[in-house]
């Protein structure tokens, strides 16, 4: 998709047709009563998206109350803070009133023995005719403030008030912090300075008297008695009480945002761009595109954009920041307001939603959280979603027919992957049967009906491709992949053994009728294409033909067996598919696009790989369940193939609505390096059976994300309590034993009780042990999981995972 948005998808090879930008398309949903749609967008825009765990919705999330008094503090903890307070309360004012010795204070511990005299910090005890050097009152205040500091430290120090305090006040919101923080100070002064306060009557803590005793020692009384150095001390002393709180308060980031915001509104400069609303467009007024911030902004409160165009515009942003590109983005943006950047097919919106999206987190909500036992205080009750980031590591979701694996989970999928490709940031392929359950054909650019004859698109067997090589393992998946005896490794060779000459004397590669005959080691048709390599630069192709010659009907040939294959796929109700050949785009056997006249065509789907596309194929049903799954098994291997090629800023994604025979082991293998390809799938499966059983670890372990849904079976359940493994769990055996007394007053009271109550003396003993448990057993998923409800655990790229959750679907 070009930057100007100049691209048609109608084209769908990997080069569109280009069209001229057409004008806005300004229809929109009508908003609620009350509501405009420049404030319905605008509020969307504005909402707060916090981080949050791997699957909680995060438009709007709030934690749980559960969870936030989870949070608080265990009341021992509190007890622990008051219990040290109140005892160095009780220690200071014994030391106040002279009832606590020396002994128990700094002075002794610096006072020589021969100062020794006894008494106390209030009433020291003076001794008369002896020649002791008696400390001066400097001293005592000294000692008194040091006494103090070692007190308050050991409270504050034993208490944890540092933790108490930072939880409780440090996490709440400005203001009300900084006001806390404000009263906690004036509280705090008013202990050190109780004549500043006339309200309170108490005496001042021994802080600035030990202070000033200290620089009259150092100094000798020099100079120390001024008026200017009490107020300096004073100064110094506040600013020391009113330090820890202003952190605490968080007065400082509050004071620099305040300005801000005044000179905001001054015309100045503004709050930074993370605390100003997303309406506003601060991040291009930030790098200087005020122009474009006023255009866009006046869009959005016009309600001339709806949050694709937003979202749209803003991934837009990024990659021209990205690539040094700010120009075209400007020119762009102010020639095309709200319609910059739109999809090549000009659509700005789905024609029907039945889903909630949010498109600036990639996000689509899909139920609720259960309140359950298991489930996290942090998910408790919490919208439940999907995003990329999680289906990036693909999706396995297994469930019986009816329990709402395509309408809940699928649709919502596709829906969404649709509406993030019209923002430029996906190409999505959905595949499944026909009925619209996936979406209706106006949500797509390209909707290939396989055996339909009102098909407008055809599927390009061999995805465009121009090497022999490749083309043979993506028809070898496709044909051979579910094989035991053939498999798509040994099916590979006789078909490269044929494209590659072919290719070479026609341009292009064969029609499936014509592969099906040199398969099938038809000898008019491979003497006809020997024929067509004479010239010597074709002698390595003559050397491949020529050992596919001397291989056909030999024993263990697996050319037959494709042939019988490729048969599924030679019906008449298919005579019209299938025709498009070559890499050059030319359709048929002959070049004509199939039977149909050129009325098909053909598409191929390595255009996912440039352009954001939306594709669905519908496959055919009523006798043609085999020729379906190998169509599935197609496109499948198509892309995966066409994941793996070359850097590009947009995410791929397959949604099989029935994987039924298209798990593999060469499946298996692909689908578990999409994650690090920007790629992922999701498989829909009825049962795991559906599946060889060799390959149910595999698959297992190839994808992130796993849903069990209600209804599934003993033997299913067992592979996701595999997959799901085992938890430590803390556990409380309570066992009661009879109690027999020696002493018969006791039998007697005993006895008593026993005829009272009816029950004999018993005590409990309690033993509480960590065992290891599934996380959720066989039986639990089979039994336990409510109607409309699923288990599912999901892992994003980065490695953060959920356990596996109960989620309620109808939420």
Same mark, same amino acid.
């Given at each position: 998709?070009?930057?100007?948005?100049?691209?048609?998808?109608?084209?769908?090879?990997?080069?569109?047709?280009?069209?001229?930008?057409?004008?806005?398309?300004?229809?929109?949903?009508?908003?609620?009563?009350?509501?405009?749609?420049?404030?319905?967008?605008?509020?969307?825009?504005?909402?707060?998206?916090?981080?949050?765990?791997?699957?909680?919705?995060?438009?709007?999330?709030?934690?749980?109350?559960?969870?936030?008094?989870?949070?608080?503090?265990?009341?021992?903890?509190?007890?622990?803070?008051?219990?040290?307070?109140?005892?160095?309360?009780?220690?200071?004012?014994?030391?106040?009133?002279?009832?606590?010795?020396?002994?128990?204070?700094?002075?002794?511990?610096?006072?020589?023995?021969?100062?020794?005299?006894?008494?106390?910090?209030?009433?020291?005890?003076?001794?008369?005719?002896?020649?002791?050097?008696?400390?001066?009152?400097?001293?005592?205040?000294?000692?008194?403030?040091?006494?103090?500091?070692?007190?308050?430290?050991?409270?504050?120090?034993?208490?944890?008030?540092?933790?108490?305090?930072?939880?409780?006040?440090?996490?709440?919101?400005?203001?009300?912090?900084?006001?806390?923080?404000?009263?906690?100070?004036?509280?705090?002064?008013?202990?050190?300075?109780?004549?500043?306060?006339?309200?309170?009557?108490?005496?001042?803590?021994?802080?600035?008297?030990?202070?000033?005793?200290?620089?009259?020692?150092?100094?000798?009384?020099?100079?120390?008695?001024?008026?200017?150095?009490?107020?300096?001390?004073?100064?110094?002393?506040?600013?020391?009480?009113?330090?820890?709180?202003?952190?605490?308060?968080?007065?400082?980031?509050?004071?620099?945002?305040?300005?801000?915001?005044?000179?905001?509104?001054?015309?100045?400069?503004?709050?930074?761009?993370?605390?100003?609303?997303?309406?506003?467009?601060?991040?291009?007024?930030?790098?200087?595109?005020?122009?474009?911030?006023?255009?866009?902004?006046?869009?959005?409160?016009?309600?001339?954009?709806?949050?694709?165009?937003?979202?749209?515009?803003?991934?837009?942003?990024?990659?021209?920041?990205?690539?040094?590109?700010?120009?075209?983005?400007?020119?762009?943006?102010?020639?095309?307001?709200?319609?910059?950047?739109?999809?090549?097919?000009?659509?700005?919106?789905?024609?029907?939603?039945?889903?909630?999206?949010?498109?600036?987190?990639?996000?689509?909500?899909?139920?609720?959280?259960?309140?359950?036992?298991?489930?996290?205080?942090?998910?408790?009750?919490?919208?439940?979603?999907?995003?990329?980031?999680?289906?990036?590591?693909?999706?396995?979701?297994?469930?019986?027919?009816?329990?709402?694996?395509?309408?809940?989970?699928?649709?919502?999928?596709?829906?969404?992957?649709?509406?993030?490709?019209?923002?430029?940031?996906?190409?999505?392929?959905?595949?499944?049967?026909?009925?619209?359950?996936?979406?209706?054909?106006?949500?797509?650019?390209?909707?290939?009906?396989?055996?339909?004859?009102?098909?407008?698109?055809? /599927?390009? $067997? *061999?995805?465009?491709?121009?090497?022999?090589?490749? &083309?043979?393992?993506? @028809?070898? %998946?496709? #044909?051979? +992949? !579910?094989?035991?005896?053939?498999?798509?490794?040994?099916?590979?060779?006789?078909?490269?053994?044929? /494209?590659? $000459? *072919?290719?070479?004397?026609?341009?292009?590669?064969? &029609?499936?009728?014509? @592969?099906? %005959?040199? #398969?099938? +080691? !038809?000898?008019?048709?491979?003497?006809?294409?020997?024929?067509?390599?004479?010239?010597?630069?074709?002698?390595?192709?003559?050397?491949?033909?020529?050992?596919?010659?001397?291989?056909?009907?030999?024993?263990?040939?697996?050319?037959?067996?494709?042939?019988?294959?490729?048969?599924?796929?030679?019906?008449?109700?298919?005579?019209?598919?299938?025709?498009?050949?070559?890499?050059?785009?030319?359709?048929?056997?002959?070049?004509?696009?199939?039977?149909?006249?050129?009325?098909?065509?053909?598409?191929?789907?390595?255009?996912?790989?440039?352009?954001?596309?939306?594709?669905?194929?519908?496959?055919?049903?009523?006798?043609?369940?085999?020729?379906?799954?190998?169509?599935?098994?197609?496109?499948?291997?198509?892309?995966?193939?066409?994941?793996?090629?070359?850097?590009?800023?947009?995410?791929?994604?397959?949604?099989?609505?029935?994987?039924?025979?298209?798990?593999?082991?060469?499946?298996?293998?692909?689908?578990?390096?999409?994650?690090?390809?920007?790629?992922?799938?999701?498989?829909?499966?009825?049962?795991?059976?559906?599946?060889?059983?060799?390959?149910?670890?595999?698959?297992?372990?190839?994808?992130?994300?796993?849903?069990?849904?209600?209804?599934?079976?003993?033997?299913?359940?067992?592979?996701?309590?595999?997959?799901?493994?085992?938890?430590?769990?803390?556990?409380?055996?309570?066992?009661?034993?009879?109690?027999?007394?020696?002493?018969?007053?006791?039998?007697?009271?005993?006895?008593?009780?026993?005829?009272?109550?009816?029950?004999?003396?018993?005590?409990?003993?309690?033993?509480?042990?960590?065992?290891?448990?599934?996380?959720?057993?066989?039986?639990?998923?089979?039994?336990?999981?409510?109607?409309?409800?699923?288990?599912?655990?999901?892992?994003?790229?980065?490695?953060?995972?959920?356990?596996?959750?109960?989620?309620?679907?109808?939420?």
């Amino acid at each position: 998709m070009d930057g100007d948005g100049t691209q048609d998808a109608r084209g769908t090879h990997a080069n569109p047709v280009p069209r001229p930008a057409g004008p806005p398309d300004t229809t929109r949903v009508p908003p609620p009563p009350g509501h405009s749609p420049g404030a319905r967008v605008a509020d969307w825009f504005n909402e707060r998206r916090p981080e949050a765990e791997p699957g909680i919705w995060r438009f709007g999330y709030r934690r749980p109350k559960a969870a936030r008094k989870a949070e608080r503090l265990a009341p021992l903890t509190i007890a622990g803070m008051l219990i040290p307070l109140v005892l160095g309360i009780i220690v200071w004012s014994f030391w106040r009133r002279g009832e606590v010795p020396y002994e128990f204070t700094l002075l002794r511990l610096f006072t020589p023995d021969d100062w020794w005299w006894g008494g106390t910090l209030a009433t020291p005890k003076e001794l008369t005719g002896r020649p002791v050097p008696y400390p001066g009152v400097e001293a005592l205040e000294v000692y008194a403030g040091l006494s103090f500091a070692l007190l308050v430290y050991l409270v504050t120090r034993l208490g944890g008030w540092g933790t108490v305090v930072r939880h409780y006040i440090g996490r709440k919101a400005q203001p009300a912090r900084a006001l806390i923080a404000a009263l906690g100070a004036l509280i705090a002064l008013s202990f050190v300075f109780p004549d500043s306060f006339p309200v309170v009557g108490w005496d001042a803590v021994p802080v600035v008297t030990p202070l000033f005793s200290l620089i009259v020692l150092i100094g000798d009384g020099y100079g120390v008695y001024s008026s200017p150095s009490k107020e300096l001390l004073d100064t110094l002393v506040t600013l020391l009480v009113l330090w820890p709180f202003a952190r605490l308060g968080g007065w400082w980031p509050l004071l620099r945002a305040r300005l801000a915001a005044r000179r905001g509104a001054d015309g100045s400069d503004a709050l930074p761009a993370a605390e100003q609303p997303r309406a506003g467009w601060p991040e291009l007024r930030e790098a200087g595109q005020h122009r474009v911030a006023d255009v866009l902004t006046a869009e959005v409160l016009a309600g001339r954009m709806n949050d694709v165009d937003c979202a749209r515009v803003t991934r837009g942003w990024s990659r021209a920041r990205g690539q040094g590109r700010l120009a075209d983005f400007t020119d762009t943006v102010l020639r095309q307001g709200a319609a910059a950047f739109t999809h090549p097919s000009g659509a700005r919106d789905l024609p029907h939603r039945a889903a909630r999206h949010d498109l600036l987190t990639g996000q689509v909500r899909i139920g609720r959280w259960a309140e359950a036992e298991r489930t996290p205080l942090a998910y408790g009750g919490v919208g439940a979603a999907l995003g990329a980031q999680t289906l990036r590591t693909s999706l396995l979701v297994v469930g019986p027919s009816g329990a709402g694996k395509t309408r809940q989970v699928l649709a919502p999928v596709a829906e969404t992957l649709a509406l993030q490709a019209l923002t430029g940031a996906c190409a999505v392929v959905v595949v499944g049967g026909p009925g619209g359950e996936l979406g209706p054909d106006t949500a797509y650019d390209v909707v290939v009906r396989v055996g339909d004859p009102a098909s407008v698109h055809d /599927l390009d $067997p *061999y995805a465009e491709t121009g090497d022999p090589d490749e &083309a043979a393992a993506i @028809l070898a %998946e496709a #044909l051979a +992949g !579910d094989l035991d005896t053939v498999g798509a490794e040994r099916a590979a060779r006789p078909l490269a053994q044929l /494209l590659g $000459p *072919y290719r070479a004397a026609h341009g292009r590669f064969p &029609a499936l009728p014509v @592969l099906r %005959e040199l #398969l099938d +080691g !038809d000898r008019a048709a491979l003497t006809d294409l020997r024929a067509r390599l004479t010239d010597d630069r074709h002698a390595a192709m003559r050397r491949e033909l020529d050992a596919r010659v001397r291989q056909t009907g030999a024993a263990g040939d697996p050319g037959p067996v494709l042939a019988d294959r490729l048969a599924l796929l030679d019906r008449p109700a298919f005579a019209d598919f299938f025709g498009a050949g070559g890499a050059d785009g030319s359709g048929g056997a002959d070049g004509s696009g199939g039977s149909g006249g050129g009325a098909i065509r053909p598409f191929s789907l390595r255009a996912i790989a440039h352009h954001p596309l939306r594709v669905r194929v519908d496959l055919p049903q009523h006798g043609h369940e085999e020729a379906a799954r190998l169509i599935a098994r197609l496109v499948l291997a198509q892309f995966t193939a066409v994941a793996r090629e070359g850097a590009r800023d947009h995410f791929l994604s397959l949604v099989l609505d029935d994987a039924t025979g298209t798990v593999t082991p060469g499946s298996v293998r692909r689908v578990q390096r999409l994650r690090s390809q920007n790629a992922g799938v999701v498989l829909a499966l009825r049962s795991v059976s559906d599946v060889p059983e060799a390959l149910h670890g595999p698959l297992y372990g190839a994808v992130g994300c796993r849903m069990a849904l209600a209804g599934v079976t003993t033997w299913d359940g067992s592979r996701f309590a595999d997959a799901w493994g085992t938890e430590w769990v803390e556990t409380k055996d309570v066992a009661q034993h009879a109690v027999f007394a020696d002493q018969p007053m006791t039998r007697a009271m005993h006895a008593l009780r026993k005829l009272v109550t009816g029950k004999a003396v018993t005590t409990e003993a309690v033993t509480v042990r960590q065992i290891e448990r599934e996380r959720w057993s066989a039986s639990e998923l089979a039994h336990q999981v409510p109607p409309g409800h699923a288990v599912l655990s999901l892992t994003t790229v980065t490695g953060e995972h959920a356990p596996p959750l109960l989620l309620d679907l109808r939420a």
